[in-house]
């Protein structure tokens, strides 16, 4: 299984992005799936969680309101749509798939196997 990010880039602040993240070599609906970010120098940290189904949403209390996470398991691909960004939103964002396809709100990287190689949003002031 692989997972492929896309969509960062430099931003202004109250700007918005949308991430994607495509799954090759296994079916998305097989999977919860999660974001994370880390920030320079800092430890990674959860952002949104996504259950098999896309019925069942989480979100790190520093998102919620500005975040909305999505799926389309026909496209294999998994979003994020990134809203009124602040300058602390800079970090690579990462996409990871939860062998657990009900889960929505595991917020611990033990909790993830497969990783994408991440993609950076830099959000200026």
């Known amino acids: 299984v692989q997972l492929q990010a896309s969509g960062g880039g430099l931003v202004q602040a109250g700007g918005s992005l949308r991430l994607s993240c495509t799954i090759s070599g296994g079916s998305l609906s097989s999977y919860a799936m999660g974001w994370f970010r880390q920030a320079p120098g800092k430890e990674r940290e959860f952002v949104s969680a996504?259950?098999?189904?896309?019925?069942?949403?989480d979100y790190a209390d520093s998102v919620k309101g500005r975040f909305t996470i999505s799926r389309d398991n026909a496209k294999n691909t998994v979003y994020l749509q990134m809203g009124n960004l602040k300058p602390d939103d800079t970090a690579t964002y990462y996409c990871?798939?939860?062998?657990?396809?009900?889960?929505?709100?595991?917020?611990?990287?033990?909790?993830?196997?497969?990783w994408g190689q991440g993609t950076l949003v830099t959000v200026s002031s």
């Open positions: 990871a798939t939860d062998p657990l396809p009900s889960a929505c709100d595991h917020d611990l990287d033990h909790d993830y196997d497969y």
């Open positions: 996504i259950g098999w189904s896309g019925s069942n949403k």
